[in-house]
């Protein structure tokens, strides 16, 4: 009997023995029936971890609960202008106030990006580890 | 010499699976058709208020119900002459 996937936006949403050939484009023919495929993504032509195979996208709300409202403003006391600092020093600080306001104003963030990853190189590795490295939560997707 | 029909209500073809939502089977005569769900994979998914229905000749409908979640359901569709 054959043995299929059924596939709906790309992810396993049965494993199914059936009596006869099924011929559709989101059932996949499989070698044997296996439940383990359940949930996972089919990316091609491969059942992968779902969380691996989709972005590694948050909320901006998620994101700043990962961050805490501690380091944030550990962050923004950090980059206060203050008139008595070298010129590229008030530079720098500057460009991290504009950087910081980019990246809290983004409707989701991207773990993955390089440059706000870079961002953050600064902080505790525990902290940032927490903040980037961490399994993306169904509840904190987009 | 005369030809052989199988007897009224031996077994013609059985399906299984487990799902998370509606799917796509063989067709069957629904009106000759006993589904069986075996349960839920899951007890914290509300799995107690998930249903499948046999819908039409080549469906089982997957149904979450009100309180949300969605449990893996295994089915088995045992179809008779």
């Known amino acids: 009997m054959p043995n299929y996937a059924q596939l709906d936006a790309g992810r396993v949403v049965s494993v199914t023995q059936t009596s006869g050939v099924i011929d559709a484009p989101h059932m996949i023919l499989l070698d044997a029936y296996d439940e383990t495929l359940l949930g996972k993504a089919y990316v091609d032509g491969e059942f992968v971890d779902a969380e691996s195979a989709l972005p590694r996208w948050i909320t901006q709300y998620a994101f700043r609960t990962r961050v805490t409202s501690e380091l944030i403003a550990t962050m923004e006391l950090a980059a206060m202008h203050n008139p008595a600092d070298a010129a590229p020093v008030q530079l720098a600080k500057a460009v991290q106030r504009a950087e910081m306001a980019r990246c809290f104003a983004a409707q989701y963030i991207d773990l993955d990006l390089a440059e706000l990853r870079a961002g953050f190189a600064a902080v505790d590795p525990a902290d940032f580890a927490r903040i980037f490295d961490a399994p993306v939560l169904d509840s904190e997707r987009p | ?81």
């Open chain 2, 1 to 81: 010499m005369a030809t052989q029909y199988p007897a009224p209500g031996t077994s013609k073809s059985i399906q299984r699976g487990r799902a998370t939502a509606t799917v796509a089977i063989s067709a069957v005569n629904p009106a000759k058709s006993k589904l069986t769900v075996n349960g839920a994979a899951s007890s914290s998914n509300n799995p107690e208020n998930a249903s499948l229905f046999l819908t039409n000749a080549t469906t089982i409908t997957y149904s979450k119900g009100s309180l949300g979640g969605t449990p893996e359901l295994s089915w088995e569709l045992e179809e008779f002459f």
